[in-house]
Structures are given as structure tokens and as C-alpha cells.
């Protein structure tokens, strides 16, 4: 979003004297401080009963593809409808509506309400070619009892007397009855405006993580039966405060990866089953001065270390990308600005390298561990832009999501007349609308070349899956079926597999694994036996490791899973097939180098350690290792039999 700028905020903290400012309160408890969500009554517009029998709820995903119930694309053109996340700039008296985001005074609600009735603004929507939007909310929001202003729901006498969080329901309830698919973005942890140095950082900057879940947990439960709220984006822009950095799977307090891993999960056993996890690189770490170590990591980091899911099905990666930003800038302008490039600075070739590189690959590359939808949740520009290079940005931005034909969702849809100039739609105080629907803004003729752009849709056949297993600081148990069993290896680090799918590739060391059901779709029996192998007493067709220690999965059976207890192998886990496995086979060897079918299909997932891989036509059958002298029961050799 156009913000105060990231870059500024650190180097002026970083000069500065004084310690960072204490972090706000941990809110209560969200259930104390909401009520039942409304419902819509009013009546549903041609234009809503047309885009609600376009698509079936819930969504999910299939390879690059977000689909509908039907299993057709579903492809999300959406808008960010801001307000709700707070508009307070930080400073000055939190009244004064000059104190707020371009004197826009959102009062933790959807702007807009205070001019133009509700079914007028979706009406609006309508009109842009949305089927989608992403509503921000700050966790603030969620615990504040206090009736919003009569002032500023003043074109909705209906809303007046109700808490902010009550408002956003019945916002939620109008939009999907109209037909939108809704996604809600936890914006900010505080009800200020983003992205700087705000107390907004992290998911657990200004509060804890344990509160950071039991809100999502709140919401998604409150949304349940409302299938038309159809995702939770987890954080928005995550980033550096002015003393350390979020990371990507070190495995601490500041572990993005780890924190959206673990609530991913916890929504989709504990809350809403049918939700899309949406999750966002991180947007900035390091110092922004040259000579100093910096950079927009964005989702490069899911390339060697990605997503699984206990549903395979339900995570989205999503991405930001602002002309006046760049790969290493942070967009500031003097204070915090430093020489590298700008992405409106690349050239059209070094934006498209560039681009793909930090996001887009994630769509392009098929058949890896991070394959996955990509939603470009956050672009925008101004309608007052005048300066060529960032029209021109704009203009190859939308070329490029035109030609990979990606999710994306614009920043922001709604805004007051003559107050900033980045909205689609502007409206006055007695609500008259002005913005790109009028042929007099630039923006125009791209927005419509983009909502309007040939896109894949219908039936998106059902691809093969590969998700990696990470035992680098925990259990990877991502089997709903084994966590039903308890936990079957006591003390050990422990791998398994997304129902559905087998192990099909191992690290030597530090505990990777990968997964698939390419070749063998529906392979897994409905139900049968699940074995814990220790020992070799299934080795009944001929030693195919001699002198090593071989576990191998009975007769009929396949390895869903392993254990370690260190770096040394304690268990392999295997569950029976719906279909008779054949026997033959073949022993692969991965401790001396990497051993992996050509072209390596599933993606580097133990990036630095020497991996083995079986065929896409071959099932895991058994694992072998030895606590010789300097080996210390690593695995060391898979037993890959045909499918």
C-alpha cells in the first residue's frame, strides 16, 4: 500500500537516541468483547445473483489454480477494501481527521460508509469487474466495545450503535450476498496505519503469538457457516523493526514460516475446514543503508523450504509489488534511501526476470514442493501520476499479470474526494462517485485490459501433488489420519505425510522429506492397518542393504512417514495400498551424493544435504542406515519398489 515509508521510519530510528517505544497491551480475550455476527436482509442485485451462481463455494486449489466446488477456476479479481485495519498515522490526537492516512478518518471500518449507502458501494464493485475483496482488520479492531460514531456510518443508519467488529460483519454479510468471495487480511496488530516502523512489524509485535491465533481462530470460526468468506491472508507485509528481522525457518519467536505453518494447520483442524491459508513472503529484512546487508525476500525463501499443509489443497502464496518500491529498496526518499534500483527503474526484461524470481515462479514452476497459487494481494498507483517511468511500471505490471494470468487484488478500492489519489473509487460527502470508472483517469485502459484479459477457466483437472516434510526444529506430522492415532513415536522428530500421499524422497541428514501421489493417485486404502517398522523383521524378499539395518514396510504396504531421534533413524511409517503392490524393485543409494530421478520432479527440498529420491513410478517400501563408525544411523539408502 502507499504508506509512510519503511526505509525513513528505520534510519531515523536507528539515529536515534531513544529506545523504541513500549509495545501496546495484550488485548482481552476476543470473545468477550464481540457479539453474534449480523446477516444481510436486503435484497440480492441482478449483478450479485449473477456472480453468485458463477462460482460454488468453498474454494480450494488444484496445481497453480485456486478452483470452486465444481472444480472450476476460480480466479481472483479482487480489490483491497481498507479501513478497518485503522487509519491513524501515530501521531497527534487520533480524532482529528488530519491525523489519519491522506485525512481519511476510517474509524475501523471499510471506508466509505459515511458517504454512500452499503449496496451502492458493492453496486460499485459490481461495475469494476470484481468477484473478490480482501478486507484488512487490525486485531485492535476485534476487541473494541465502543459504538462507532454515528458520523461515520451516516449513509447507513442501520449500522449506528454498533462496535467496529459488528459493522465488519455486516459488510461481510452484504458482500457475499451479493455474490464476493471474502478474504480477511490480518492487517496490524494495532488499529495505525501501515507499514513503518508502527508496532505493526510482526504478527507479534504489539501482542503475542498466542493471541495472534486465537483471534484468527476467533474469526474463523465466527465466518463458519458464511462459505462465501472463502480465506485468511495471515499477516500483511511482514518486516523489520528497528532491532532484528523476521526469518524464514530458524525455528524461533520471529519464525514467519514457522508461526503460519503451525495457525495454517490450527485453522484448518480447530476452525473452518474449507478456508484458503494465504500466506505472504516476508517484505523486508536488513538495515536500508548502502554498505549494509538488505533485501525484499519475498517468497524466494518457499523455493528451498515451502508449505505443507495438513490439506494440501488450501494454501495461496501471495506477494506485493509497488513501482516506487524495488528488489532491494524499500521505496524511501531520502532518509533511508539507498542506490539500488527501483522496480519502475528495471528495465522491461530485468522487471520480468525480476518478478518471476521473487514470486511468480511459484506459479510457473510445475510439479515442486511450492507450486501453488500466487495472489498478488497488494499494486497500485496514483491517478495524479505523472512521472513516465512509474506509468510505464504500471502499464508492464498489469502486461505481466495479464500474461501469467495470476490472482490479483488492487490497493485500495476506496477513498474520499480530494483526499489522496491511489483509489479506484472516490466519493463525496453526499456520495457521488468519481474514479476509474470515468474515461478521464489513465489508470483506465489498463484496469479494463486486466479484469477484461482471456484467463483460464472451467474444469482444472486434478494434478499431482509434492509437498516437502521439515523435522528441521519440530514434527511434520501433516497426516490427519496419524494425528488421529496419537503420537506414535514418543521423543523422536517425526515426518508424515498429507493423507493421500507417500515418502518418495529422504535427506542423509537434518530430516527432509518428500511426498507426492504423482503416479498413484487414490493409492492409500480407506482404512486398514497403519505400522511402526523398528526392526527388520518384514525383510522377507532378500537382503537389499548388506550389513546395514533395514526397515521395510510388511508386504502390501508403503512408507507414509519416518522418525529421528537426532540425525539417527528410529522408525519408518508405512499404511496399506487400496490396490496390490508389486515386489520388485531396486535399492537406492543417497550417502555418498545426491541420488534423484532426472530433472528432480518435487524441487530442491534439503537444499545442502544429499538427498535420495525414488521414480514417480516407484512407492518407498523400506530404509536402510548403519551405526558404523562416522555414520550414525542417517538414512542411507531407500528401497524403491515398481508401483
Given amino acids: 500500500m502507499k504508506r509512510t515509508l519503511l526505509g525513513a521510519a528505520l534510519a531515523a530510528a536507528l539515529l536515534a537516541t531513544g529506545a523504541p517505544a513500549a509495545p501496546a497491551a495484550e488485548p482481552a480475550p476476543a470473545s468477550a468483547a464481540v457479539s453474534a455476527p449480523a446477516t444481510a436482509t436486503d435484497g440480492v442485485s441482478a449483478a450479485g445473483q449473477a456472480l453468485a451462481d458463477s462460482w460454488q463455494p468453498p474454494l480450494s486449489t488444484r496445481g497453480r489454480y485456486v478452483v470452486d466446488a465444481r472444480g472450476n477456476r476460480f480466479k481472483l479479481r479482487s480489490g483491497n477494501w481498507h479501513g478497518a485495519q485503522g487509519s491513524w498515522t501515530g501521531?497527534?490526537?487520533?480524532?482529528?481527521?488530519?491525523?489519519?492516512?491522506?485525512a481519511e478518518k476510517s474509524d475501523q471500518l471499510p471506508l466509505g460508509l459515511d458517504r454512500k449507502p452499503l449496496a451502492g458501494i458493492l453496486a460499485d464493485f459490481h461495475a469494476l469487474g470484481l468477484n473478490s475483496l480482501r478486507l484488512p482488520f487490525s486485531n485492535e479492531m476485534l476487541h473494541d466495545t465502543r459504538p462507532v460514531p454515528d458520523a461515520a456510518v451516516a449513509a447507513n443508519p442501520a449500522l449506528r450503535g454498533r462496535t467496529p467488529l459488528q459493522v465488519f460483519d455486516a459488510v461481510i454479510a452484504a458482500a457475499t450476498a451479493e455474490g464476493f468471495a471474502v478474504i480477511l487480511n490480518n492487517h496490524t496488530n494495532t488499529s495505525r496505519w501501515c507499514c513503518g516502523l508502527d508496532g505493526n512489524e510482526r504478527w507479534n509485535t504489539s501482542q503475542s503469538t498466542a493471541q495472534w491465533e486465537a483471534d484468527w481462530l476467533f474469526l474463523a470460526r465466527r465466518y463458519r457457516d458464511n462459505q462465501r468468506v472463502v480465506g485468511a491472508d495471515l499477516y500483511n507485509e511482514v518486516r523489520r523493526t528497528v532491532t532484528d528481522d523476521a526469518n524464514w525457518g530458524l525455528g524461533d519467536a520471529h519464525d514467519w514460516w514457522?508461526?503460519?505453518?503451525?495457525?495454517?494447520?490450527?485453522?484448518?483442524?480447530?476452525?473452518?475446514?474449507?478456508?484458503?491459508?494465504?500466506?505472504?513472503?516476508?517484505?523486508w529484512q536488513g538495515i536500508p543503508a548502502d554498505g549494509f546487508f538488505h533485501w525484499r525476500p519475498t517468497l524466494e525463501p518457499a523455493r528451498t523450504l515451502s508449505h505443507t499443509l495438513v490439506a494440501s489443497d488450501k494454501l495461496v502464496y501471495s506477494a506485493h509489488f509497488y513501482g516506487y518500491t524495488g528488489p532491494n529498496h524499500t521505496g524511501a526518499t531520502g532518509l533511508g534511501e539507498t542506490h539500488d534500483l527501483r522496480y519502475q527503474e528495471l528495465s522491461p526484461e530485468e522487471l520480468v526476470a525480476t518478478l518471476n524470481r521473487q514470486a511468480f515462479f511459484v506459479t510457473a514452476d510445475t510439479a515442486r514442493h511450492y507450486t501453488a497459487p500466487v495472489w498478488i494481494s497488494e499494486f497500485g498507483i496514483g491517478a495524479d501520476e505523472t512521472d513516465p517511468q512509474a506509468r510505464?511500471?504500471?502499464?508492464?505490471?498489469?502486461?505481466q499479470l495479464v500474461a501469467t494470468d495470476a490472482d490479483f487484488a488492487y490497493?485500495?478500492?476506496?477513498?474520499?474526494?480530494?483526499?489522496?489519489?491511489?483509489?479506484?473509487?472516490?466519493?463525496?460527502p453526499e456520495g457521488r462517485r468519481t474514479g476509474i470508472l470515468d474515461d478521464a483517469d489513465w489508470r483506465a485502459p489498463d484496469w479494463r485490459r486486466l479484469v477484461t484479459a482471456p484467463a483460464a477457466s472451467g474444469p482444472v483437472p486434478v494434478t499431482d501433488t509434492w509437498d516437502m516434510l521439515n523435522l528441521d526444529h519440530a514434527d511434520a506430522v501433516q497426516s490427519?489420519?496419524?494425528?488421529?492415532?496419537?503420537?506414535w513415536d514418543p521423543g523422536a522428530r517425526k515426518g508424515v505425510c498429507p493423507d493421500g500421499q507417500r515418502l518418495i524422497g529422504l535427506a542423509h541428514r537434518d530430516g527432509r522429506g518428500l511426498c507426492t501421489d504423482s503416479g498413484a493417485h487414490g493409492l492409500t486404502a480407506p482404512a486398514g492397518p497403519v505400522t511402526q517398522v523398528r526392526d527388520e523383521r518384514y525383510v522377507t524378499e532378500g537382503d537389499w542393504a548388506g550389513g546395514y539395518t533395514k526397515l521395510q514396510c510388511p508386504r502390501g504396504q508403503f512408507a507414509i512417514g519416518y522418525s529421528l531421534r537426532g540425525q539417527a533413524v528410529s522408525a519408518l511409517l508405512c499404511t496399506g495400498a487400496s490396490r496390490a503392490l508389486p515386489v520388485a524393485g531396486r535399492t537406492l543409494w543417497f550417502d555418498r551424493g545426491d541420488n534423484r530421478p532426472p530433472g528432480a520432479p518435487g524441487g530442491e527440498y534439503a537444499e545442502g544435504a544429499y538427498k535420495g529420491q525414488c521414480g514417480t513410478g516407484e512407492y518407498?517400501?523400506?530404509?536402510?542406515f548403519t551405526g558404523a563408525w562416522l555414520k550414525g544411523k542417517t538414512p542411507d539408502a531407500l528401497l524403491c519398489r515398481t508401483l
Fill in 620 to 624: 518407498v517400501a523400506g530404509l536402510a
Fill in 258 to 283: 514457522t508461526a503460519t505453518q503451525r495457525l495454517g494447520d490450527r485453522l484448518l483442524t480447530e476452525a473452518d475446514p474449507d478456508l484458503l491459508v494465504i500466506v505472504e513472503g516476508i517484505n
Fill in 411 to 428: 490497493w485500495p478500492l476506496v477513498g474520499f474526494t480530494g483526499h489522496g489519489h491511489w483509489k479506484l473509487l472516490d466519493y463525496d
Fill in 392 to 399: 510505464a511500471w504500471f502499464t508492464r505490471f498489469v502486461d
Fill in 91 to 102: 501521531s497527534g490526537d487520533s480524532t482529528d481527521p488530519a491525523n489519519h492516512h491522506d
Fill in 480 to 487: 490427519l489420519r496419524t494425528r488421529a492415532g496419537g503420537d
